[in-house]
């Protein structure tokens, strides 16, 4: 099936299974499979096993694992944040959608309120990431601002719009904590919103996806990164096609 008809039938599956909380459908394994991976890369000890477990029942067997708090409750966030990107997905990007997001996300997480992270709202303190130079806090509002406004003005998007666009904003980098997972959850609700294929960015590829971020950040070479999107299209088109394709 052609992935333009492919992606308007992923649109209604999301949809409807989101409204009934379908457990076993497409919205239940991109749930499960994008917190899974997204919070991976960001240092999650969770397993798929029990990332799933957490989505369908909420609760994970104890069989002397430790786990750490903030990764459960981390994750449970992110199936928040995804819940709302559904119900926003056809709204056009701006910067209170983008804190919301981030909101959904960081709400329940007990270490960063009590580290005085900022919650929903831009950074408060300078952060760092890898040996990219990021926005400053007094900057970010007016560096966002500037970014948006850039993105709209290529209406209607296409993968490369994408990738520029986050490339951009987690160079930025606008929250205390959280940017990567806010980001990627941007990447695939502008992915829904433009018609194009959706994607999840797989933990087993994170040092690629890092370099082929840096090379975009550092060189504005993203050539790399486009090519990077592309197989991740491929690979989550193969994955879903048969949760939502009838059989004929």
């Known amino acids: 099936m052609e992935q333009n008809k492919m992606i308007y039938l992923l649109k209604d599956r999301f949809q409807i299974e989101a409204g009934?909380?379908?457990?076993?459908?497409?919205?239940?394994?991109?749930?499960?499979?994008?917190?899974y991976n997204s919070?991976?890369?960001?240092?999650?000890?969770l397993t798929e096993k029990q990332?799933?477990?957490?989505?369908e029942t909420g609760t994970i067997r104890?069989?002397?694992?430790?786990?750490?708090?903030?990764?459960v409750e981390e994750m449970t966030g992110h199936f928040t944040m995804f819940n709302y990107m559904l119900s926003t997905c056809e709204e056009r990007l701006n910067q209170e959608l983008i804190k919301a997001y981030h909101y959904r996300l960081k709400a329940g997480v007990f270490e960063d309120i009590a580290n005085g992270y900022p919650i929903g709202e831009y950074k408060n303190r300078r952060n760092m990431v890898s040996d990219i130079t990021t926005s400053s806090p007094e900057n970010v509002a007016e560096d966002m601002e500037l970014l948006l406004e850039s993105y709209h003005e290529k209406e209607p998007h296409d993968l490369e719009d994408?990738?520029?666009?986050?490339?951009?904003f987690e160079k930025i980098h606008p929250f205390q904590d959280g940017n990567g997972r806010t980001g990627r959850l941007i990447l695939f609700k502008e992915c829904l919103?433009?018609?194009?294929m959706p994607f999840i960015i797989?933990?087993?590829r994170k040092a690629e996806y890092y370099e082929c971020l840096n090379n975009a950040q550092q060189k504005g070479d993203y050539a790399?990164?486009?090519r990077f999107f592309e197989e991740e299209q491929e690979k989550y088109a193969e994955m879903v096609k048969d949760f939502i394709c009838p059989v004929e």
């Open 20 to 35: 009934r909380q379908d457990r076993s459908g497409v919205y239940a394994l991109t749930q499960r499979k994008l917190a």
């Open 39 to 45: 919070n991976r890369i960001e240092g999650s000890t």
């Open 51 to 55: 990332t799933a477990s957490i989505f």
């Open 62 to 71: 104890a069989d002397g694992s430790v786990f750490r708090t903030k990764d």
């Open 162 to 168: 994408l990738a520029e666009f986050h490339a951009k």
């Open 193 to 196: 919103r433009s018609n194009i």
């Open 202 to 204: 797989g933990d087993d």
């Open 224 to 226: 790399p990164i486009i």
